[in-house]
């Protein structure tokens, strides 16, 4: 069934190429609209009110304010429209952080537009689109040991660790140094009576606290 009116939407993304191509495709498509694409929320906020989107694709990671921290400031502005975030990072805390602070959606750039099309009009229509790991993220959350010792931040290294990721490689990803990651496995240790990668791993995954 075709929209009689489009769907309006507004991209909030630094990356030109991925602004510019979201805006094309997007607009390819006769039931959605592109009214405004900015490469920063300072930017977005002084239009919003005026744009009045039904839709906005937000990027988690932008300069200045972060997209994240930009969702309490734009669902000020307007209650009723739906956000999806836009990210290349996948982690538990960011995802549940993003949630609870108004996010309708969340997305990974790796998925196709047409998938970002598709989750345009299921969070117009009420739904809660998200990308598959995004979704294993979430169900996994469930069905935890609420008891762990291990705070958010570790669970969510020890997980990276349990993936194969090396230190540098989480400390990247995480946008943290690599100090940083060495002493929350120093921590993991510590609190699971383990002295090895493997053992830790093993102790968690017994344990359901990964």
Do not use: C
């Not at 006769?30 to 929320?41: E, F, G, M």
């Not at 099309?117 to 229509?125: M, R």
């Not at 959350?141 to 291990?150: G, R």
């Amino acid at each position: 069934m075709e929209n009689k009116e489009p769907i309006t939407v507004v991209i909030i993304e630094d990356d030109e190429t991925i602004r510019t191509g979201y805006t094309y495709l997007i607009n390819a498509n006769k039931n959605y609209k592109v009214l405004n694409a900015y490469s920063s929320v300072e930017d977005a906020l002084t239009h919003l009110a005026e744009d009045k989107p039904q839709v906005i694709l937000l990027d988690i990671e932008l300069p200045g304010i972060k997209g994240i921290d930009a969702l309490p400031k734009i669902k000020t502005i307007l209650p009723k429209t739906h956000i999806i975030m836009l990210t290349v990072y996948d982690s538990e805390e960011t995802v549940f952080e993003a949630l609870t602070k108004g996010a309708a959606g969340y997305l990974t750039k790796s998925n196709n537009t047409e998938k970002i099309i598709d989750a345009i009009q299921e969070v117009v229509d009420g739904g809660a689109p998200m990308s598959t790991n995004i979704a294993k993220i979430v169900i996994r959350s469930f069905h935890k040991n609420q008891n762990s010792p291990l705070t958010k931040r570790e669970t969510e290294i020890l997980e990276q660790v349990a993936n194969g990721k090396s230190r540098s490689k989480i400390a990247k990803q995480m946008f943290i140094d690599l100090e940083t990651v060495k002493s929350h496995i120093k921590n993991i240790y510590v609190k699971l009576n383990v002295h090895s990668r493997e053992d830790a791993i093993k102790e968690a995954k017994n344990n359901k606290y990964i």
